[in-house]
């Protein structure tokens, strides 16, 4: 999933830049490596012929070396928090006006940013070592290197089958398709030969690649599907749309970690301060955003054991055998539920979809169930006309939000949450099921060291889920427990006469 929240302001010059989202860079906390880390031999030069071609020092405390997870940037001396360790002008970046002036014209008006850097992409491959930009595009992975989902095979994704990422990739592969056939229109009415997105598809018909030969060669779309999930797993956003910054994309992900990537527009260059202290050689590592497993094995390739971040989506709907079905419609479209945003202002609930996150005590500390969800359960558990009338007489008396105070009856609240733990607990029941066709004597294990680290990227993914799930049933189970000892004691209670 494209992460396209805008750009967040610190001050009216500084922007700070989120990650779009597949390399597989992959960290959990921000321990030290603690062994020797040498220098990648392959890129010795590659800070010289950057420093050069931005006219520019970028970097006297860090250096590129490799770890467990590819491609990383290392400290190459002693660095205390707040150091700035990396500055690359923006001159020196790949952006939607690297495009050759002629080809820009057309594209402008029909093509999104990230299509028009990945186009920029192209044109620059096409000329091989006598690109400008070969020194740094020699060091993207290649397209069997790429573990987004969007590349999985339909085996694959059978791993994930009915959750949200599953959704969310078919979608992002109809958006690159879509966009695809921006710049060759034509393509689009074969499109549902290759809906998994790996054909060869071969375009004679001149439009924006076949109207540049000299620029852009023979292209395919497989070639257009590998530079388009290039740019969104490299790339941040910028004051010209997004840009590919060179050296600083080196850069791991730490759930932990605050440091990030901010644009100095009066400086036109972006930079990173270090958020902790580093020791030489130890990998140095910024945050992409606060980013769940299911945003991170879509956008970038990879997941996050014990993710603090992981999230789940859960989607209710009011029965059909309802008999106030139509009526609980009705009251629902006149009193919407507020949409959720998640820790990236992403809008992530509609009137029936709701996230939910880890609860971190079942014995009701922290923020508990949302209670947009928590709402919804309410109206659903309403079995007679007056009980819905009586919450949107509630709900015009207060804050026009419907249902949002528990029932008054003990027993009716019992009966909306029960509802609600009922749903979460099939939800649970599923994962277990996902988990368990994971598992070795369940699975056939391939030889390929790719499908198994995307087999543990699913088991990851459903895991993390599973935890979230059950954290929000402990919670459930608790507020229902002790409102049944409320009951129970209204029960008991001694009756008088009088």
Known sequence: M?????SRYRRRLFTVSLRFSAKSNISSSSSQAKLLNPPDEDCR????WLEEKAGAEISTKLYIGKSSYGRSLFASQHIQRGDCILKVPFKAQIAPDNLPRDVKVILVDEVDHVSMVAVAILAETKHGKDSRWAPYISCFPRLEEMNSTVFWSEDELNMIYGSTVYEETIKQKFIIRDAFSKIRPDVSSISSLYQFGMGRISITTPEVL????????SILYEDFMHAYALVKSRAWECPKGVSLIPFAD??????????????????QESEVTA???YAPEGEVRISYGKLANATLMLDF???IQHNIHDQVEIQMSVPDGDILHQMKMEIFQRHELPTICDANDVKSSSWNCFTIREVKSAKGKGKGIP?????????????????????AVEAAQNDGRLARRPFKDNSREIRAHTILLSHINRLIDQCHASIKSLLPRSFVVSASGRHSFRRQMAMDLH???LRVLKSASAWLENYCEKLSKGVAKMVDRPTYNT
């Open 275 to 277: 958020d902790c202290n």
């Open 45 to 48: 030069g590659f800070l010289p």
């Open 210 to 217: 076949e109207t540049f030969p000299e620029v852009f060669g």
């Open 301 to 303: 390739g990879f997941t």
């Open 371 to 391: 209670q947009s969800i928590r709402a919804f359960a309410r109206v659903l558990s309403c079995t007679r006309p007056e009980d819905l009338s009586d919450l």
């Open 2 to 6: 494209l992460l396209s929240t805008p």
């Open 250 to 267: 080196f850069l791991n992900h730490d759930g932990f970690s605050e440091a990030i990537v901010v644009n100095d527009e009066e400086k």
């Open 463 to 465: 895991t993390g889920e």
